[in-house]
């Protein structure tokens, strides 16, 4: 499966944002999906997973209550919304595949080419 990122953009302190990740291949409603991103500087880090049917998503402790995944599989895109975006949310954002439950980086095996936010002060 191939995914494209977008949705990235700069917005000030306390704005949302809506990422998407759109996947070709009919095969999108099998993966598990997960939202990463990587800081300046800083290593990649997990941010959301939803399962394959939507049913199931967790997130990291840092966007718990600000961040919501969700996906629709009709039309293979899985969604970010952000809100409440806080400057330490500055980053590239990456979709994943991968197996649900997992947040190491090394266990997702397929990548979107990532979508800046850049969140002001």
């Known amino acids: 499966v191939q995914l494209q990122a977008s949705g990235g953009g700069l917005v000030q302190a306390g704005g949302s944002l809506r990422l998407s990740c759109a996947a070709s291949g009919r095969t999108f409603s099998r993966y598990d999906m997960a939202w990463f991103r990587q800081a300046p500087g800083k290593e990649r880090e997990f941010v959301a997973a939803i399962n394959w049917s939507g049913g199931s998503t967790y997130y990291a402790d840092s966007v718990k209550g600000r961040f919501t995944i969700s996906r629709d599989n009709a039309k293979n895109t899985v969604y970010l919304q952000m809100n409440s975006l806080k400057p330490e949310d500055t980053a590239v954002y990456y979709c994943?595949?991968?197996?649900?439950?997992?947040?190491?980086?090394?266990?997702?095996?397929?990548w979107g080419q990532g979508t800046l936010v850049t969140v002001s002060s």
């Open positions: 994943a595949a991968g197996p649900y439950g997992r947040t190491s980086e090394r266990e997702f095996f397929y």
